[in-house]
């Protein structure tokens, strides 16, 4: 249980039953972008291995360069036969290596940044004025600064589709089914940052599936960023604040974010089992109600957070399936990483660019005119890429299209 406890052998345990078998290489995005055995899952479990054992020391540069690599997307697990728990170990390394060399000045800035309360708030108001200028879209392209104003563009408030615009009413007209249900909302940092649109889609869109939605104060960052840091301290400190803040009970807890809900459905016990993604809670019960038609082309993008490590695959498309006139074009490589990973694009512009490529040329081939993802990374990243492309398409949630198609069905007064 990762808020009550440290891992320990535990996280490394994790790895033991890897037998060597390599069915997880064609599925790792890193060993598909350089051909090292090294950058594989095999040749990094055998270098964890090591770690834990001490024939290799946490200092050890070549050790660290290859775990960096890492995105951390677990697109090895599901493919492996053996049932290798890799992100447990790969956890357990970074916490390792977090302790011998420290957390790079980059990662320690963006995490003091975007997840440190009061700091943030100023830091997202300054971003939101950026945003607002229109320059981050305009600025867009290649080289770290132009594809972070990418990232910033890509966050887009502007919630015309196809040019529908979508209202900004609270009331709901109708309501199904009839005994509603409480859930209690997730926000977040990144995703209250810059991302409130995507909450208020996500509260009107389960007040429509017959959903009461709470708010609850005193909750913080998921600590999803600090873990990938190797910052596990840290993490299973907020982790404590938030099983806290969100209390006893059996109330589901709504996430709309696929890294956030990744990382809390591990802080183990009573609290990780009320954990739900948001496409999750709105297929339960028959759901989601159908909304009015959107004749757009969407490609949808699945997280790898909410893919392979949560395994929720289906309710993304029974929401796409309850807007007619969507058509869902299929990409090749959509299951494979962006490389976003949280900060990973931040720190390894190299390899997380060299895994974008496929997924934008994937994409360009299709053409669509909406790219879906329920993942800001993913959204930020994908967006920066489509943009530094010139490849003409929106990027949004899935929810705020079923949130355009109530409206487009007169659901929202
Ligand atoms: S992680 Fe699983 S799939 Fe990959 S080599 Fe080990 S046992 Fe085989
Ligand atoms: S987590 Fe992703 S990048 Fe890392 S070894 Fe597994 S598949 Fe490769």
Not at 233 to 258: M, P, Q, T, Y
Not at 389 to 398: E, F, K, L, S, V
Request: glycine share 12%; hydrophobic share 45%; aromatic share 6%.
């Amino acid at each position: 249980m990762i808020v009550a406890q440290e891992r320990g052998r535990d996280g490394f345990a994790g790895l033991d039953a890897c037998v060597h078998c390599g069915f997880c290489l064609q599925a790792c995005p890193t060993f598909l972008a350089t051909g090292d055995e090294a950058d594989s899952p095999r040749g990094r479990i055998e270098l964890m291995r090591a770690l834990e054992r001490g024939d290799v020391a946490a200092t050890d540069t070549a050790l660290a360069f290859h775990l960096d690599r890492c995105l951390g997307c677990r697109a090895c697990e599901p493919v492996c036969p053996s049932g290798v728990r890799y992100g447990q170990g790969l956890e357990a390394a970074r916490e390792q290596l977090a302790r011998a060399r420290g957390v790079p000045w980059l990662a320690r800035a963006a995490l003091w940044a975007l997840t440190t309360p009061g700091v943030s708030g100023v830091v997202y108001g300054l971003a939101r004025l950026l945003r607002a200028s229109g320059l981050p879209r305009l600025l867009a392209g290649w080289g770290r600064i132009r594809f972070a104003m990418g990232m910033l563009a890509a966050t887009t408030s502007d919630r015309r589709l196809d040019g529908q615009t979508v209202s900004h009413s609270h009331r709901i007209r109708t309501v199904y089914p009839p005994n509603r249900l409480t859930v209690s909302l997730f926000r977040g940092c990144v995703m209250q940052g810059l991302f409130s649109h995507v909450h208020e889609a996500t509260i009107r869109t389960l007040q429509v599936n017959g959903y009461d939605v709470r708010e609850v104060a005193g909750q913080v960052c998921c600590g999803a960023l600090h873990a990938h840091a190797g910052l596990l301290d840290e993490a299973r400190a907020l982790g404590r604040v938030n099983v806290a803040a969100f209390g006893d009970g059996d109330e589901e807890i709504v996430v709309n974010s696929a890294g956030c809900g990744a990382f809390m459905k591990e802080y183990g016990g009573q609290f990780a089992a009320r954990v739900r993604d948001v496409t999750e809670l709105l297929a339960a019960h028959g759901g989601p109600v159908p909304g009015g038609p959107l004749d757009l082309q969407v490609a949808y993008d699945p997280p790898c957070h909410l893919l392979h490590a949560q395994g929720v695959s289906q309710p993304p498309q029974r929401v796409f399936a309850a807007i007619p006139l969507l058509r869902l074009v299929t990409v090749a490589g959509a299951a494979d990483c962006c490389g976003s990973a949280g900060l990973f694009t931040l720190v390894e512009p190299g390899m997380s660019r060299a895994v974008l490529q496929p997924k934008l040329e994937g994409l360009a081939a299709v053409a669509p005119q909406v790219v879906a993802t329920g993942n800001p990374g993913c959204v930020m990243q994908l967006g920066a890429g489509l943009a530094a492309r010139g490849t003409r398409a929106q990027i949004r949630h899935p929810v705020e299209l079923l949130d355009a198609s109530y409206q487009a069905a007169g659901r929202y007064e």
